[in-house]
């Protein structure tokens, strides 16, 4: 890992080898981050060095052209489930139950829909081939999910997938990664019923790095770095609910609040 500023178009190959996803790496502390967040560059996205800084409240944010930077931003941009704000227009539209919303069922698709997806102010995307290969591998571990909102097909048919995120979990924390939407409020729809039901399965922490105009809204704020680090490190105090999502999460998007709002059953 190197400290120092990043070239533009300097991809070395990495003196660090491939790391299980068991493999600890000792990561440079998050507090010595730089004016802009980046705590270092080089190395690779190995398992057991994504998860290792994710552990450490650090992720990987970089573009083609650039080494793999790690960065750990300070203010942190976080959502606490029992904070999430559902607008009467949101409420409307889960109502209205027009998508499929289910978990883990293509991650592959939508992380690729996220890398595909426009953004305004951007020039291409972050989500590069190097960095769809590495979460899928996480999510073949167990540790990355995606959650889904298709359009509601006929019997016996998969309606077509429209909106969407992916992230990743350990202990009590989520850290979402992207999010998109190919149909209105697809991508909301999918994101709220998941905070729902995380709250619900004792989630502490929904960690989404930066600040959007798009979470905001949602009720996601930003908090002073080491109060992020000192919440993530009660996170990860609880054991990772590892494997298939659609699995350890039955019925999904079924949860208390699922059921007191879209449902409209009593309290």
């Known amino acids: 890992m190197h400290r120092r500023k990043a070239r533009r178009g300097e991809r070395r190959e990495s003196d660090i080898p491939y790391l299980g996803e068991d493999v600890d790496f000792p990561f440079p502390e998050a507090a ?14 190995s398992p057991g060095l994504l998860l290792s800084a994710y552990r450490r409240g650090i ?64 020039n291409g995307t972050w989500i590069t081939e190097d960095m769809i290969e590495a979460y ?56 709220i019923p998941l905070v ?17 105009d798009h979470l905001a809204g949602l009720g996601a704020r930003e908090i002073p770095r080491i109060e992020y680090l000192s919440l993530l490190a009660g996170s990860l105090d609880a054991a990772t609910r590892k494997g298939d999502w659609s699995a350890l999460f039955p019925g999904f998007p079924d949860s208390t ?5 879209v449902l409209k059953e009593a309290d």
Not at 32 to 45: F, P, T, Y
Not at 83 to 94: A, N, P
Not at 202 to 207: N, R
Request: proline letters at 6%; glycine letters at 10%; aromatic letters at 12%.
């Open 196 to 212: 729902w039901r995380l709250r619900d399965e004792g989630f502490t922490l929904v960690d989404s790095q930066v600040y959007t």
């Open 136 to 191: 899928i591998e996480l999510h073949r571990l167990g540790l990355a999910h995606s959650v889904e909102a298709r359009l509601r097909g006929g019997p016996g048919a998969e309606g077509e997938l429209v909106g969407g995120l992916y992230g990743i979990s350990l202990g009590k924390a989520f850290f979402g990664e992207s999010m998109f939407s190919r149909a209105d409020d697809a991508s909301k729809a999918a994101f």
């Open 257 to 261: 609040e699922y059921r007191r709002v």
């Open 32 to 45: 010595g981050a730089d004016e802009r967040g980046i705590v270092c560059s080089g190395g690779n996205l």
């Open 59 to 122: 992720f990987p944010w970089f573009s083609e052209d650039e080494p793999i930077l790690w960065w750990s931003p300070d203010p942190r941009f976080v959502l606490f489930p029992e904070e999430l704000h559902v607008t009467g227009t949101m409420r409307k539209i889960l109502r209205q139950r027009r998508y499929e919303l289910c978990l883990d069922r293509d991650f592959p698709a939508v992380i690729r829909a996220c890398s595909s997806s426009p953004r305004p102010g951007q």
